[in-house]
T-cell receptor, first 114, second 110 residues
Framework: EAGVVQSPRYKIIEKKQPVAFWCNPISGHNTLYWYRQNLGQGPELLIRYENEEAVDDSQLPKDRFSAERLKGVDSTLKIQPAELGDSAVYLC????????????FGNGTRLTVT | KQEVTQIPAALSVPEGENLVLNCSFT??????LQWFRQDPGKGLTSLLL?????REQTSGRLNASLDKSSGRSTLYIAASQPGDSATYLC?????????FGAGTTVTVRA
């Protein structure tokens, strides 16, 4: 089966610029997650979707971050404006809506803000 | 808040040696625990998922055990190979939100 696809793989932007990341989950997976991973740390959840509904966005910095999952398939995560501290790897994952269903991750987007 | 700890942070072993990776968590009210592998510049690959009703799970050379009462899980990798070099992370759920450890970076020397 095709895995979780993310683009772009790398992005370098200057601070205060906007940036967007795209994710295509595994076909049939209702649940989609966006995680952020800082160097040397484990991923931390930003937002979780069940179909097109954001059911947990408590960790999303809403002043500058936004996300959408139109039609309950692909998702986009946006940062506007970016700050130096946003430099990290942004990972998308998907799973079936079953709490014992393993998560499948994409290869991530490495963001560098200069 | 669930805290997940992995010790050691890094490990280097000669090829053929068995690997033992540790994971501890503070809240034992979990319904599963997952082990992931992460290669440099890549995403996470799910290795094993142990449900709370299980004590261990096996896949090839990998075996993971779970002791909920003591808040511990161990990942064993038998007869390590250079291709096993990667970072291994464990994660426990809190209502669908996974809490990850920082990982153990393994280097297997040929």
């Amino acid at each position: 089966e095709a895995g979780v696809v993310q683009s772009p793989r790398y992005k370098i932007i200057e601070k205060k610029q906007p940036v967007a990341f795209w994710c295509n989950p595994i076909s049939g997976h209702n649940t989609l997650y966006w995680y952020r991973q800082n160097l040397g740390q484990g991923p931390e959840l930003l937002i979780r979707y069940e179909n097109e509904e954001a059911v947990d966005d408590s960790q999303l910095p809403k002043d500058r971050f936004s996300a959408e999952r139109l039609k309950g398939v692909d998702s986009t995560l946006k940062i506007q404006p970016a700050e130096l501290g946003d430099s990290a790897v942004y990972l998308c994952a998907s799973s079936f809506r079953n709490r014992n269903s393993p998560l499948h991750f994409g290869n991530g987007t490495r963001l560098t803000v200069t | 808040k669930q805290e997940v700890t992995q010790i050691p942070a890094a490990l280097s072993v000669p090829e053929g040696e068995n690997l033992v990776l540790n994971c501890s968590f503070t809240d034992s009210a979990i319904y599963n625990l997952q082990w992931f592998r992460q290669d440099p510049g890549k995403g996470l690959t799910s290795l094993l998922l142990i449900q709370s009703s299980q004590r261990e799970q096996t896949s090839g050379r990998l075996n993971a055990s779970l002791d909920k009462s003591s808040g511990r899980s161990t990942l064993y990798i038998a007869a390590s190979q250079p291709g096993d070099s990667a970072t291994y992370l464990c994660a426990v759920p809190n209502d669908y939100k996974l809490s990850f450890g920082a990982g153990t970076t393994v280097t297997v020397r040929a």
